[in-house]
């Protein structure tokens, strides 16, 4: 079971525990400085009591002091300046001798609290019996300890209500997530939220309308894929069912299966594009991750390796238009793999529209920092009112009718190019008078 990292709890339960650590330091304080004022209180009283009886020996009954509480009598002792006694208020077991000023005596048991005054005529001993002195001391303080006692537990509540209700829209925003449907992205509600949160929340509305994009982009690509792939399989059923029918004509089966292989053929090349744009846009999701330093020949050599066999075949001169004395190492930060599925698919378009016999040129070379990477072909190029358009999924313009193809292989060029933060620019090439592709990478973070 994980730790609890409840906001509210930990909140009250420092802050109730700091108010009751103080509480209690506060009310023991209270309490020693309580004893400590009645303790003088009492002295006091025992010395203005002295001094009243230095004119003369006082007659009646002892003296007590305000409140006449029980075992709180005061004991008087004079005696004359001879030694000779001349007054005790009660039978007393107090030594006859005299410590002048304030002193603690124990007699029979008992401890009193004395005080002597010497004057020319007498000397005046006032005592208290220092138990029942210490029991009113104490009952003085716990009367002025108690109000802490009552005041902390309402303390304690009233903080505990005030946090519970500045995270009660906390409490609310997570209901709110808790309770939404999967295909819900509607931004939270921010009423209420605390400044601390609401960065937060800011945030996940953000996530939230990402999160809408990409799924509403999924579902136009699960919808188009499925259009997508309704011609193909109906056109490979229809010719499944013509060659049953044509037993007869053994040239017109042999054209059948031909037609037939050529269907499977585009059909298998379009679910692998459509896996492939899938699993790119996955991908995207996590740009950064797993980034190395790449050398851009590398990919080149790699991608033209994969395209050469199709273009011998048409017989296209493919091949890096770059001399070698002026060949350098150029670097970009990015995956390998993702990239040279970049550079396939514009070969393979490059290769699959340039009539037989024509040319495909690929280049790297440096332009104000960035490292730029570009395909030229002989063919008939883009018209400029399509150009807009070449990106986006199954689009193919209108002199690609004759060939075959899903239309993906842009798209799936544009998706790795933003995941690699490059700019793709279209445009006719000067040098070759077809399709010129750019790809411009950001500035490379070293260079070998």
């Given amino acids: 079971m994980g ?6 709890k930990r909140l009250l339960w420092f802050v109730l525990l700091a108010i009751l650590l103080a509480a209690v330091l506060q009310a023991a304080t209270a309490y020693r400085g309580a004893l400590r004022q009645a303790d003088a209180m009492f002295d006091d009283h025992l010395q203005q009591v002295a001094r009243s009886l230095r004119s003369g020996v006082p007659l009646g009954a002892p003296l007590l002091p305000e409140g006449n509480e029980p075992g709180f009598d005061l004991y008087i002792q ?17 030594p006859q001798r005299a410590v002048l000023g304030f002193s603690d005596v124990e007699a029979n048991g008992n401890h009193y609290r004395v005080y002597t005054l010497q004057t020319a005529l007498q000397t005046v001993q006032i005592a208290q019996d220092l138990g029942a002195r210490t029991a009113r001391a104490r009952a003085l303080a716990i009367e002025a300890v108690w109000p802490f006692g009552l ?9 505990w209500w005030v946090i519970t209700r500045s995270l009660a829209p906390v409490e609310r925003a997570r209901r ?22 609401r960065p937060l929340v800011d945030e996940l509305n953000l996530l939230f309308a990402r999160v809408r994009e990409a799924f509403a982009a999924q579902q136009n690509f699960v919808a188009d894929a499925a259009h997508e792939l309704r011609s193909p399989l109906t056109a490979l059923k229809l010719q499944a069912q013509a060659l049953r029918r044509s037993d007869a004509d053994p040239a017109a089966r042999q054209a059948g299966i031909t037609r037939l292989n050529q269907g499977i053929d585009r059909a298998i090349h379009l679910v692998e594009q459509l896996l492939l744009l899938a699993r790119e846009e996955a991908g ?19 991608a033209v390796a994969d395209v050469l066999p199709q273009a011998a075949q048409r017989q296209i001169d493919l091949g890096l238009a770059e001399p070698a004395t002026q060949k350098q190492i150029l670097r970009v930060q990015g995956q390998h793999e993702a990239l ?6 514009l070969l393979d378009n490059a290769v699959k529209y340039t009539p037989a016999g024509g040319r495909v040129d690929v280049s790297l070379h440096l332009q104000k920092e960035r490292t730029v990477l570009v395909v030229e072909d002989s063919g008939p190029g883009i018209a400029p009112d399509e150009l807009p358009r070449v990106f986006d999924r199954f689009f193919r313009a209108g002199n690609a009718t004759a060939e075959t193809g ?8 544009k998706v790795i190019a933003d995941r690699h933060s490059a700019t793709l620019k279209l445009d006719r090439s000067e040098r070759l008078g077809g399709l010129r592709v750019a790809v411009l990478f950001p500035p490379a973070p070293s260079s070998v």
């Fill in 78 to 94: 004079i005696w004359g300046p001879d030694g000779t006694q001349l007054f005790r208020s009660t039978p007393s077991t107090l």
């Fill in 406 to 413: 899903s239309g993906l292989g842009l798209a799936i060029v």
């Fill in 3 to 8: 730790a609890n990292h409840s906001l509210r």
């Fill in 151 to 159: 005041l902390t537990p309402l303390l304690m509540l009233v903080v």
């Fill in 176 to 197: 709110e997530v808790a309770g939404r449907a999967a295909d819900d992205f509607s931004p939270l509600s921010e009423a209420g939220l605390p400044d601390e949160i």
């Fill in 340 to 345: 040279r599925i970049l550079l396939r698919n």
């Fill in 284 to 302: 995207g999701t996590q740009a950064g991750a797993g980034d190395e330093n790449i050398d851009l020949h590398e990919v080149v050599a790699l």
